[in-house]
């Protein structure tokens, strides 16, 4: 599975935020998988030890949550740490990891930021528009936007919000656990986003796709030490 539009990673700065922009607008917040049949949680770990990220994307069946595939790989970043440009440093790990997979997942949830994010555009949605697939950003931490607390109860929801534009909901997948921030990526909707997410859910405050994601990631790490 490899980009549809792949554009360079090593670049400057202000070459970076142009790309950002241009990537940004070929986004598309509308639904369009009504019923996948298969699920990618992906997630990125960095070793500051050895200077090396590790991907891994793992494909689940949607109904089921039983895993189906699982790929990792490992790359030196070639872009700094930048606020609001994670994906320059992510993206390329990723990606990799994307191109050893068999299989091609109908949707993507990354742990991370979609459209909730400083510039609209998280790792979520620029690396679903390079894919051309539906994705999620299912974040553990908010990174913009202003919310109400939701109820304890799992399934409570408030919207996440900047001034009067919706990007996301602070959704309670556990009872009595800290929210997540979720926000629509590409190709989908915030509402139907959210309900992905929780009916991923089993029984952890990640969904299993993302749950399964941070676990390889980590595993791949520590064999490379």
Known sequence: MTAVDAHPWAVSVQEAYRIQEEQRS???????VPDPETIAGIDVSFSKARDLLFAAVVVLDAATMEQMETATAALKPVFPYIPG???FREGPVVLEAFARLDAEPDLLMFDGQGIAHPRG?????????LLDRPSIGCAKSRLVGEFKEPKQKRGAMRTLSIGRRKVGVVLRTRDNTKPLFVSPGHRITVETAARRVLD???G???PEP???AHGAAEVAKRERR
Do not use: M, N, P, Q
Not at 121 to 129: C, D, E, K, N
């Open 85 to 87: 440009l994670l994906t």
């Open 121 to 129: 555009f998280g790792l979520a949605s620029h690396v679903g528009v």
């Open 200 to 202: 991923a859910g089993r």
């Open 210 to 212: 993302t749950r399964l």
């Open 204 to 206: 952890y405050r990640l």
């Open 26 to 32: 070929k986004l598309v917040l509308e639904d369009s």
